[in-house]
């Protein structure tokens, strides 16, 4: 496991949100993949990637078997942790019909690290 910052810590052992818009990975468009910045695992593709306009990253999709959907301590949404670690990522929502998929994961850049895909 890797040593978290406070801010990282508050995020993803303390299960808080970063401000909205302030994330760097929000209107970020590179290929490649985003992994967990706690531990290391692959979760979301950037083909999977979209603009929500939200504040914060939003996929269609994950690598399956990578993200687990719990609910959240509020009691109204789904809170969406890593599968291996069980850091927090963020919230799932469906039905908002930004995307033929039809679900918004909705992520906190600070959770996440990119991996640029190898150009040849």
């Known amino acids: 496991m890797k040593k978290l910052s ?4 508050h995020v993803i052992i303390d299960k808080g ?3 909205p818009f302030t994330g760097k ?3 970020f468009k590179e290929p490649g993949t985003y992994i967990c910045k706690q531990c290391g695992e692959e ?3 950037s083909e999977d ?4 306009g939200c504040g914060w990253p939003s996929f269609d999709d994950e690598i399956p078997g990578k993200v687990k959907r719990v609910p959240d301590a509020d009691g109204r ?3 969406i942790v890593c599968q291996s670690c069980d850091g927090h990522l963020g919230h799932v929502f469906i039905g908002e019909q930004f995307t033929e998929k ?4 909705c992520v906190n850049s600070i959770s ?7 150009k040849d």
Do not use: C, G, Q, W
């Not at 406070?6 to 810590?9: A, G």
């Not at 996440?112 to 190898?118: H, R, T, Y």
């Open 112 to 118: 996440l690290e990119f991996i640029p895909e190898k």
């Open 6 to 9: 406070p801010e990282e810590k």
């Open 17 to 19: 949100t970063e401000v």
């Open 43 to 45: 979760l979301y593709r």
């Open 25 to 27: 990975f929000n209107d």
């Open 77 to 79: 949404r789904t809170e």
């Open 102 to 105: 039809n679900t918004r994961h």
């Open 49 to 52: 990637k979209f603009a929500s």
